[in-house]
């Protein structure tokens, strides 16, 4: 396994092509997850599969979202991100001009 990656300056999963060639696309995984969860409330809970199918439908649609960030503007990546300070640039320091009077 290849794993002499630089850190990423950006999100690393979709930047960093290295980490889906080595590990795959977590998409089989999800999926995985779902049907279980699935037949689980089918078994326990059958009125609430249809809020299941919404609910894991949102991730994956949020999931691929976060994928394709690229293509999103700045300001929709503030707006539908959990940490909007991550995308607003570091300010800048004021530096101070004023002169300091010293007694002689």
Not at 8 to 27: H, I, K, Q, V
Not at 43 to 66: D, M, S, T, W
Request: charged share 25%; with cysteine; net charge positive.
């Amino acid at each position: 396994m290849r794993w002499y990656l630089k850190p990423c300056n950006e999100m690393t999963r979709p930047r960093c092509s290295l980490l889906l060639a080595d590990f795959g696309a977590p998409e089989g995984e999800g999926m995985r997850f779902v049907l279980s969860e699935l037949g689980h409330i089918a078994r326990h809970a059958p009125l609430q599969v249809p809020e299941v199918f919404v609910r894991n439908g949102l991730k994956y649609a949020g999931y691929r979202l976060g994928r394709s960030f690229a293509r999103l503007s700045p300001g929709w990546r503030r707006k539908l991100s959990m940490t909007k300070g991550f995308w607003t640039p570091p300010r800048p320091e004021k530096v101070s001009t004023s002169r300091q009077s010293g007694g002689a």
